[in-house]
């Protein structure tokens, strides 16, 4: 596609229950990264794949939270046994690489997964 | 953990008139970029500036770097009402590994 694609936009769900995000990025870029952005806030960083590998993962907030990219192509968010503290934005982006001091790493943002926790 | 953090938090001028938002850091980098976003929507690069430059244009953005002080500074030219959007700055952490954003500065342009 022309950009990141991101779904659902909107996600409501009562505690506890699971959810699953979609990210979508644009064909061809080898990095993908999820952020988690509170309400007023910059974003923060959550987890990094490169292709397939999931290569950081030290900015997922617990064990609840997991993502995959098992084709190294479409990502998923998925967070379990969701609390009220995460309620938030989730942000996808993807870059054609993650080369430091290349224009190449330039990432390129869905609009993201408001997610509210009941 | 946030590495960046930008002043003010927030701003608030008349079209036509200049906005300038700072930026701080506290590790070494090899680049900073500045992000815009809308609200309820995805961040927008704007401009990406490298650790040996010191300043960089691109139409009616200004972006200097002083790497001694470790800050940068986003200058934007007769704004719009349509400037009016979050902006945050951006940079890897000195691991190489974490992309890290400052908190932003909410800047409203009024027509």
């Known amino acids: 596609g022309a950009g990141v694609s991101q779904s659902p936009r909107y996600k409501v769900a009562k505690r506890g229950q699971d959810v699953a995000l979609r990210c979508d990025p644009i064909?061809?870029?080898?990095?993908l990264f999820w952020y988690q952005q509170a309400l007023g806030q910059g974003p923060e960083f959550l987890t990094y794949?490169?292709?397939?590998?999931?290569?950081?993962k030290s900015g997922l907030p617990s064990d609840r939270f997991f993502a995959e990219r098992p084709e190294g192509s479409v990502s998923t968010l998925k967070i379990q046994r969701t609390q009220q503290e995460d309620s938030a934005v989730y942000l996808c982006?993807?870059?054609?690489?993650?080369?430091?001091?290349?224009?190449?790493?330039?990432?390129?943002f869905g609009a993201g997964t408001r997610l509210s926790v009941l | 953990s946030q590495q960046g953090e930008e002043d003010p938090q927030a701003l608030s001028i008349q079209e036509g008139e200049n906005a300038t938002m700072n930026c701080s850091y506290k590790?070494?980098?090899?680049?900073l970029q500045w992000y815009r976003q809308n609200s309820g929507r995805g961040l927008v690069h704007l401009i990406l500036i490298r650790s040996n430059e010191r300043e960089k244009h691109s139409g009616r953005l200004r972006v200097t770097l002083d790497t001694s002080k470790k800050s940068s500074s986003l200058l934007i030219t007769a704004s719009r009402a349509a400037d009016t959007a979050s902006y945050f700055c951006a940079t890897w952490d000195n691991y190489g590994q974490n992309f890290v954003f400052g908190p932003g500065t909410r800047l409203s342009v009024l027509p």
């Open positions: 590790t070494s980098i090899n680049n």
């Open positions: 982006a993807s870059s054609q690489n993650r080369l430091q001091g290349s224009a190449k790493n330039i990432q390129y």
């Open positions: 064909s061809g870029h080898v990095s």
């Open positions: 794949f490169q292709n397939e590998a999931q290569l950081d």
